[in-house]
């Protein structure tokens, strides 16, 4: 069975442009929710989205905005990038929004600001 | 606001060894723990989780973890550690208000050998 996979694997984009990662989650996965990990630090909450809506933001600036599909894959949209949003950029799913699930992440997109 | 403090950033033990790596949490409400395991280059995959069940949870690769209420600690065991062990271990926490995962700053195992 697939996992969660996220494209593009490696990114590099100039400050100011814009940016679209894309993530499947697992078939049957609902609940989709995407973490920035800066290099040394542990991943910080950007979105949680369930059934096509948002249902969780974290302290991200409205630069940042994602969406889900009716196949329950999505997107994140980062606009005028900064050098401070290089980082990898991880996707995960769950079944459901219900906490005590296990959130299953993929490998992460490794996005270079230069 | 939930939180979790994960001290020491470095762990390093010889091949054979115990290895502890600490967590402690913060939470007004009766939390859900987890401990990640991250490879280099690598995602996340979950090596336990506490959901208010038995306070000593069973994960993989020979894992354990004890959540003591008393002490707001979850840290994480194994009794002998593995060259294979290697790698960054995350402890997160629950965040019901978000619906969402509030991370450590992460502890990097070495294992000598």
């Known amino acids: 069975d697939a996992g969660v996979t996220q494209s593009p694997t490696h990114l590099i984009k100039t400050r100011g442009q814009h940016v679209t990662l894309r993530c499947s989650p697992i078939s049957g996965h609902k609940s989709v929710s995407w973490y920035q990990q800066v290099l040394g630090q542990g991943p910080q909450f950007i979105f949680q989205?369930?059934?096509?809506?948002?249902?969780g933001r974290g302290n991200f600036p409205d630069r940042f905005s994602a969406r889900q599909f009716p196949n329950y894959s999505s997107e994140l949209n980062v606009n005028a990038l900064l050098l401070g949003d290089s980082a990898l950029y991880l996707c995960?799913?769950?079944?459901?929004?219900?906490?005590?699930?296990?959130?299953?992440f993929g490998q992460g997109t490794r996005l270079t600001v230069v | 606001a939930q939180s979790v403090t994960q001290l020491g950033s470095h762990v390093s033990v010889s091949e054979g060894a115990l290895v502890l790596l600490r967590c402690n949490y913060s939470?007004?409400?009766?939390?859900?723990l987890f401990w990640y395991v991250q490879y280099p280059n690598q995602g996340l995959q979950l090596l336990l989780k506490?959901?208010?069940?038995?306070?000593l949870v069973k994960g993989i690769n020979g894992f354990e973890a004890e959540f003591k209420k008393s002490e707001t600690s979850f840290h994480l065991t194994k009794p002998s550690a593995h060259m294979s062990d290697a790698a960054e271990y995350f402890c997160?926490?629950?965040?019901?208000?978000?619906?969402?995962?509030?991370f450590g700053s992460g502890t990097r195992l070495q294992v000598q050998p």
């Open positions: 995960a799913s769950r079944p459901e929004l219900a906490l005590n699930t296990e959130a299953f």
């Open positions: 506490y959901t208010s069940a038995a306070t």
């Open positions: 997160a926490v629950s965040d019901t208000g978000r619906r969402a995962l509030t």
């Open positions: 989205y369930y059934e096509k809506e948002e249902r």
């Open positions: 939470s007004s409400v009766p939390p859900y």
